[in-house]
């Protein structure tokens, strides 16, 4: 199993040229890192998982740039975005950055998408909270025919881009109605997040990775229906506090990568955390 690690980067914590650094000396597959542009301090929007926000949170580096610097000091780690905020950005600017980053790390980038759960955050992007997951899906869409071989229009419900010419195209190549970089959906299980994954994407990131044992057999089902490959499924447990217990689960489950989670804290403390996860490697 390929182990990776998440962690919220800030300007308090590790520096990205540093833990990248250590991961790959170290044998770590990957480094996938969150997105959040501000948190109002004025909000509604409870904090999921319950209790206060916490600091990092507000104090998130931009995972593109962070990222840049991890892929211009590293040849083998995979480098990834847990989760990309797809409708808080301009998709024809998010799918140069994309295919960039993609290029310069030789095929590296692996695209996490969501959601997301801050309504305030959302709003200051203009973002209408009713209909984001059919907004996040058409601007996937429309990212993708600016990754396509061809110059290929698209003309969607929320955007339209003419059939352009755009380079640097993104390394991997076609997997049937999917173009791009690896891209993976993070959210809930729920029909919908299931039948987003099945058309546009190569699987699901679930946070935490609770309740597979149930979700998955729907998952399969629903790519199955849709024509898809039943081996080309993947789906990678995100922000995972380990165990070797939950970690040979998800290998009995077929999982072959998951994210562990790492504290947003300094370089001593991201060391020792490192440390004590090598045992899992």
């Not at 040229?17 to 409870?46: D, F, K, M, N, S």
């Not at 998800?250 to 300094?266: D, F, K, M, N």
Request: glycine share 12%.
């Amino acid at each position: 199993m390929r182990i990776a690690v998440t962690i919220f980067l800030t300007d308090e914590t590790i520096a990205p040229v540093r833990l990248a650094r250590e991961l790959e000396q170290r044998g770590y597959t990957g480094l996938y890192l969150p997105e959040h542009t501000h948190i109002p301090v004025e909000r509604a929007t409870p904090y999921p998982v319950g209790g206060d926000l916490p600091r990092e949170y507000g104090r998130t580096l931009d995972p593109f740039v962070a990222l840049g610097q991890a892929a211009a000091v590293t040849e083998r780690l995979t480098l990834g975005t847990g989760i990309t905020l797809v409708a808080q950005h301009d998709p024809i600017a998010l799918a140069k950055q994309i295919a960039t980053l993609d290029h310069l790390s030789g095929g590296r980038f692996t695209l996490g998408l969501g959601y997301g759960w801050n309504v305030e955050e959302a709003a200051d992007h203009g973002v209408d909270w009713r209909t984001r997951r059919e907004l996040v899906r058409d601007r996937v869409r429309l990212m993708q025919a600016l990754w396509s071989e061809e110059p290929t229009a698209h003309d969607g419900e929320f955007g339209s881009v003419r059939a352009s010419h755009a380079h640097p195209k993104p390394v991997r190549k076609p997997r049937g109605r999917v173009v791009g970089p690896r891209t993976l959906v993070g959210g809930a299980a729920g029909p919908k997040l299931f039948a987003h994954i099945a058309e546009y994407a190569d699987g699901w990131l679930p946070i935490g990775g609770r309740g597979l044992t149930e979700s998955l057999p729907v998952l399969r089902t629903v790519w199955e229906d849709a024509g898809r490959d039943p081996a080309a499924l993947q789906v990678v447990p995100y922000a995972v506090l380990p165990s070797p217990g939950k970690l040979a689960h998800y290998a009995e489950l077929g999982i072959e990568e998951v994210v562990l989670q790492l504290p947003p804290e300094g370089e001593a403390g991201v060391l020792r955390v490192l440390d004590a996860y090598g045992s899992l490697l």
